[in-house]
Nanobody
């Protein structure tokens, strides 16, 4: 596994924005796929967004409704999540995940099992 470090979480009022970033702690080869998931206490981890491949194919969870944007800097192996128009229900711990190996055809980008390394998570809190 590779150690991933997330940053950018914090407290924001409803309607505000947060920007998250995630990068490996050391030098690594590039990642084929990178993603964000989130989890609140007592709930299952939920897919937020993913970006993969040489053409940066992007997918979002259904709840995003155009409010979040995932992007990445391949030179820095860093993935970003810009979250706008935040709602109190977006309060979660946000985790980044990467796939370092071969992406098997048919693998789902929204599945936790598609990723082999995870960050420790960063808390995002939205007050009403």
């Amino acid at each position: 596994q590779v150690q991933l470090v997330e940053s950018g979480g914090g407290l924001v009022q409803a309607g505000g924005s947060l920007g998250l970033s995630c990068a490996p702690s050391g030098r690594t080869a590039s990642f084929y796929a990178m993603a964000w998931f989130r989890q609140a206490a007592g709930r299952e981890r939920e897919f937020v967004a993913s970006i993969r491949g040489s053409t940066d194919v992007i997918e979002y969870g259904d709840f995003i409704q155009g409010r979040f944007t995932i992007s990445r800097d391949n030179n820095r192996n860093t993935v970003y999540l810009q979250m706008n128009v935040l709602k109190p229900e977006d309060t979660d711990v946000y985790f980044c995940a990467v796939n370092r190996g071969v992406w098997i055809v048919g693998r789902r980008s929204d599945s936790q099992s598609s990723y082999d390394s995870w960050g420790q998570g960063t808390q995002g809190t939205v007050s009403s």
